[in-house]
């Protein structure tokens, strides 16, 4: 058995520790929002953040996180209330197929939690997931309104 710690809670699950943090997430503990998207990291879809960090969950093999914290897509909205990032999401309709939203959403936490206040040049250095309808416009966009939300300037 492997404790694996997702969103603040334990859970054991038998699994090989190879695995793809990813599969055990999604097949075995039931977090569907973290999505598969290339398999390689590249896209950023599996976006998840371990300690605070991102991390692509698809090339994460489950031993590397077993003593960490593992952040999805489920864990950043408390209290009932949306996370600002996903109420900046909201509010500017940013997703069009949305397949690709939950992973530049959590690219988008840790960006801010990083630098309340990035500038134009620093959200796009930061947010490098792929979207194949290509709202990097609108994604960029919640991005400094959400760090408005927070109480930057962006």
């Known amino acids: ?11 054991e699950v038998e699994l090989d520790e ?3 943090l990813l599969w055990a997430i999604r097949d075995l503990l039931g977090y569907t929002g973290t999505k598969f ?3 390689i990291g ?10 605070g960090k ?6 994460t093999p489950v031993s590397a996180v077993k003593d960490k914290s593992v952040t999805t897509i489920e864990g950043i909205a408390h209290d009932g209330k949306l996370h600002p990032v996903q109420e900046a999401w909201a509010r500017g309709d940013v997703p ?3 397949y690709c939203q939950s992973g530049q959403i959590m ?5 801010l939690q990083e630098n309340p206040n990035p500038s134009d040049d620093e959200i796009r250095e930061k947010m490098v997931n792929y979207c194949r ?3 990097y416009l609108q994604i960029f966009a919640a991005v400094k309104e959400a760090a408005k939300l927070q109480g930057g300037s962006a």
């Open 54 to 59: 991102v991390m692509r969950s698809c090339v």
């Open 96 to 98: 069009q197929c949305g």
């Open 107 to 111: 690219a988008a936490v840790a960006l």
């Open 1 to 11: 058995m492997t404790t694996l710690t997702i969103n603040g809670k334990q859970h």
């Open 133 to 135: 309808c290509g709202t």
């Open 18 to 20: 190879s695995m793809p």
């Open 37 to 39: 998207g290339c398999g």
């Open 42 to 51: 590249f896209c950023g879809a599996c976006t998840v953040h371990v300690d």
